[in-house]
């Protein structure tokens, strides 16, 4: 082999390495790991050992933050009970699509229509014939359905509730703060992780307080990342 030839190879060598250094550096600088999933998310993750509610602002693009806590609870073997609504379920959907087929992560829409999945009322009994790629859509109207659910996940599994914002503005607190505070009671008693969040610019400081008030664990997503404050 020529001298030309092994120049060439050392300096393409040269030229991969800087790449994979400037990405590595890339994901310090921005709290992720080299799988993508931010550092904060994970010690935010362990640092939940029952409940936690995380603060986001509108502009602070929460939906990463919860794929890469969902992401955190399967790489953890966890079972996921994702809660979303419209149109953030399908992104969801589409990002989770492989651990939705096996059953690992289940995702649920929750929806301002007076439409509920009947087969879903029966979960899990009839799990097994449910399609693998649905989305189970339940009306913010029937959250019974949906503590059916929860009540039928497994202790070690995790919740992960996203809208509860947008079930405060459909529902209303006292209804909305009666179910949380009976899942969170729940979860609590069996086992399972619950991770909730709020958006910090919607709602007064008193209704705030009274939600961070039946979660163990607060944290706060701003633009240079989560901060856990509790």
């Known amino acids: 082999m020529s001298v030309e030839a092994v120049l060439k190879i050392f300096f393409g060598f040269l030229i991969i390495l800087s790449a994979v250094v400037i ?54 073997g966890r079972t996921v009970l994702l809660i979303s609504s419209p149109p953030r379920a399908a992104a969801y959907q589409n990002r989770f699509s492989q651990h939705h087929k096996t059953g690992s992560l289940i995702l649920v829409k929750l929806s301002a229509s ?33 503590s059916e659910i929860i009540e039928g996940l497994t202790p070690g599994s995790t919740v992960v509730f996203e809208p509860l914002t947008d079930l405060i503005l459909m529902n209303g ?25 709020i958006n910090d610019e919607a709602h007064d400081e008193s209704v705030k307080a009274s939600f961070e008030g039946l979660f163990t664990n607060i944290a706060s997503l701003g633009p240079d990342g989560i901060e856990i404050i509790k």
Do not use: H
């Open 173 to 197: 607190f006292e209804k909305t703060f009666k179910f949380i505070k009976k899942t969170v009671d729940y979860c609590v008693s069996r086992d399972i992780k619950m991770i909730s969040f």
């Open 114 to 146: 007076s439409r509920t999945d009947r087969f879903y009322l029966s979960w899990p009994a009839e799990k097994s014939e449910a399609p693998s790629d649905r989305v189970a859509e339940i009306s913010v109207d029937w959250l019974e359905y949906l």
């Open 23 to 76: 990405y590595l550096r890339a994901c310090g600088a921005f709290g992720l790991g080299a799988g993508g999933v931010s550092k904060q998310a994970k010690r935010f993750s362990d640092r939940v050992l029952t409940t936690g509610l995380v603060r986001y602002k509108a502009t602070s693009r929460f939906e990463n933050m919860v794929q890469d806590i969902t992401d955190t609870m399967l790489s953890r």
